[in-house]
């Protein structure tokens, strides 16, 4: 049984293009998280999301936008993709303050 | 704002021996909670061991440890009798534990392991 989940693992598409990355999480969690983790391997919080509501919002561009349809899913849409954010994705997922766990991540690489 | 400090970027331990990871942060919070995760080449985000900060007792998980020191805000792994699995990148991490909580984490160590 996978804890939490992302689709797809690896996305390629070219500059300027919208894309969606998808999370699931069984674990019963009531927040969920979106982490960047850049080429030199910096993970950094983009998004966190307690009970489908928006509670931490990084500086993030707001290209990206999270959204939550409910407690065992966030989605994370990005428009007009640059090649600034070709990364690593994870979605991670815990109760309130407690132990995050993550899913397998997901490479983006924008051309 | 809080930090976490990994200072050494690479480390490499012979198979079967001990390897201390090192980590510090900073905060002015009292109570939080420290991480070590574990990326192997795979990606995936693995957690090695948890520890609370109001608790003085080390936390231990099996061939891993953790030397806790909150008042010098310091927080080591330690590997014992490493294996070539062990091999990976290995990052600190800290939350707070009050509303609005975020992992904040160290740039990461990568250990290798020699057979």
């Known amino acids: 049984d996978t804890a939490v989940s992302q689709t797809p693992k690896y996305l390629v598409t070219q500059m300027g293009n919208d894309k969606s990355i998808k999370c699931e999480q069984n674990?019963?969690?009531?927040?969920m998280y979106w982490y960047k983790q850049d080429s030199k391997k910096f993970l950094k919080i983009m998004f966190s999301?307690?009970?489908?509501?928006?509670?931490i919002n990084e500086t993030v561009p707001n290209r990206f936008s999270p959204k939550s349809p409910d407690k065992a899913h966030l989605n994370l849409h990005i428009n007009s993709l640059e090649l600034g954010d070709s990364a690593v994705y994870f979605c991670?997922?815990?109760?309130?303050?407690?132990?995050?766990?993550f899913g397998p991540g997901t490479r983006l690489t924008v051309l | 704002a809080q930090t976490v400090t990994q200072s050494q970027p690479e480390m490499s331990v012979q198979e079967a021996e001990t390897v201390t990871l090192s980590c510090t942060y900073d905060?002015?919070?009292?109570?939080?909670?420290l991480f070590w995760y574990k990326q192997p080449p795979s990606r995936q985000m693995i957690l090695v061991i948890r520890q609370e900060a109001y608790k003085q007792q080390n936390a231990t998980e099996n061939r891993f440890s953790v030397n806790f020191q909150k008042a010098a805000k310091s927080f080591s792994l330690k590997i014992s009798d490493s294996q070539l699995g062990d091999a990976a990148m290995y990052f600190c991490?800290?939350?707070?534990?009050?509303?609005?909580?975020?992992?904040?984490f160290g740039k990461g160590i990568t250990l290798s392991v020699r057979p």
């Open positions: 991670a997922s815990s109760l309130v303050t407690d132990t995050q766990y």
């Open positions: 905060t002015s919070e009292s109570d939080y909670y």
């Open positions: 999301y307690n009970n489908k509501e928006l509670i």
């Open positions: 674990l019963g969690h009531d927040t």
């Open positions: 991490a800290y939350t707070y534990t009050g509303a609005n909580s975020k992992l904040t």
